[in-house]
């Protein structure tokens, strides 16, 4: 029932979101997931690092980074990893109307981040014509950061279903635990991205 | 009475602990912007160059991780010893992974 989950606002618990087993559960097997996830993206850069020089006779790495866009995408994703952080605080304090709102900033961040994601690939495939057939370093280069912009994409869809879903239920030890996780997963893509912007741009415009 | 009393002391002890937390946090997230802007000034300015500034870009990248498992993903509170091993063994595999790729591909 879910009264059985309602959270007593005179006694708060110190983490709603690890009160019961299965909020327990749901935490370690998202931690799980995020080890598989680590494995994932490390064969992912491997596979970029090894070809990021066969550019057959296409555009390098050179030819294409830029570090304005890249930056202002590194700021919208930081920052949205901080608005999740004020979410879940919010959480612990059982204020069910801010944690939404600052969910809702950080949904809103990683959509502008999307959004320059995709005019990023656009403006390569238009402008330089380097798509995911042009070579190998291009198949390793969307690959991997289009894996990124997925998990982004998948990320958003989550946060919107746990949103909507939840609107008119407010928080209770059940919920939570499905908040909880996806801030988690959500601060896990912005390590990832810390390494795209380090190993693919930066390193891609020095070489 | 007296029951109330001792949980408002409770309730005000945990208040101030995730103020705390909070403060931790928001120290975390001006060091990673921090080290982004001196990340991306590096490349930007040219001053150092070669495979310096590649180490150099990897110790960034690396701190500012740590930064977001730590203090973002809590991972340095108690009851995470379980998170803490699944990802100290992702790091293990990335590390075998690079290194593997890496030596196949550029020595």
Known sequence: ?????????????????????????????????????????????GTYIALKDSTAGG??????????????????????????????????????????LWFGITGL????????????????????GFTFRSSAFGSAFYTLVGFHGGHVIFGLSWLIVLMVRNAKRGLDTYNAAKYNTFALYWHFIDVVWVFIFTVVYLMGMVS | ??????????????KQESKDEMKKQLISFGMMIAFTIIAFALVG???????????????????????????????????????????????WVTFLVMLGLGVISWW
């Open chain 1, 109 to 128: 961040l990683g959509l502008g981040f999307l959004a320059c994601e995709i005019y990023e690939f656009a403006h390569y495939i238009t402008d330089y």
């Open chain 2, 1 to 14: 009475m007296t029951n109330n009393t001792t949980s408002n002391k409770a309730e005000a002890y945990r």
């Open chain 2, 45 to 91: 300015t040219d001053v150092i160059q070669g495979s310096f500034l590649t180490i150099l870009l990897f110790v960034l990248a690396f701190v500012q991780m740590m930064f977001q498992f730590l203090y973002f993903m809590h991972m340095k509170d108690k009851g995470h010893a379980e998170a803490s091993g699944i990802i100290y063994g992702g790091f």
């Open chain 1, 1 to 45: 029932m879910s009264h059985d989950y309602s959270i007593d606002p005179n006694n708060l618990p110190e983490d709603p979101s690890r009160v019961t087993a299965e909020g327990k559960m749901k935490h370690l097997g998202l931690w799980m997931f995020l080890g598989g996830e680590t494995v994932l993206f490390a064969s992912l850069f």
């Open chain 1, 59 to 100: 555009p390098t790495t050179q030819d294409l980074y830029g570090l304005e866009l890249v930056f202002l995408m590194t700021l919208l994703l930081l920052t949205s990893s901080l608005t999740s952080v004020y979410a879940i605080y919010h959480m612990k304090n059982n204020n069910f109307k801010q944690m939404q």
